[in-house]
Nanobody, 125 residues
Framework: QVQLVESGGGLVQAGGSLRLSCAAS????????MGWFRQAPGKEREFVAA????????GYVPSVKGRFTISRDNAKNLVYLQMTSLKPEDTAVYFC??????????????????WGQGTQVTVSS
């Protein structure tokens, strides 16, 4: 079992920045690969970024590449999503997710076994 709790969401103006955090518990964090997904109103859940167990491998959806950075601190059981140059289309509920089987979970949501409750990010124009 892995418990995930996101934090750091909020309201920000376009062009601004936010850093999301996801705290994990219940299993050795270094054995879990992590991802961030988001869901906007009326849309399907979308992959945002993923990071491998070691933090050495990562990937992004093209729309956030160069603006968002995923990282993890295995000593603190935390994964982060640093978001810069935010746009109104980034508005969504952001979820962190854990994959307990693979070294790198990738973009397929079905690979992830555990999910947090989500944190709202709203970008105003």
């Amino acid at each position: 079992q892995v418990q995930l709790v996101e934090s750091g969401g909020g309201l920000v103006q376009a062009g601004g920045s936010l850093r999301l955090s996801c705290a994990a518990s219940g299993r050795a964090f270094s054995s879990v690969t992590m991802g961030w997904f988001r869901q906007a109103p009326g849309k399907e859940r979308e992959f945002v970024a993923a990071i491998s167990r070691s933090g050495r491998s990562f990937g992004y959806v093209p729309s956030v590449k160069g603006r968002f950075t995923i990282s993890r601190d295995n000593a603190k059981n935390l994964v982060y999503l640093q978001m810069t140059s935010l746009k109104p289309e980034d508005t969504a509920v952001y979820f962190c997710a854990a994959d307990t089987d693979a070294y790198y979970g990738g973009s397929d949501a079905s690979n992830y076994d555990y999910w947090g409750q989500g944190t709202q990010v709203t970008v105003s124009s």
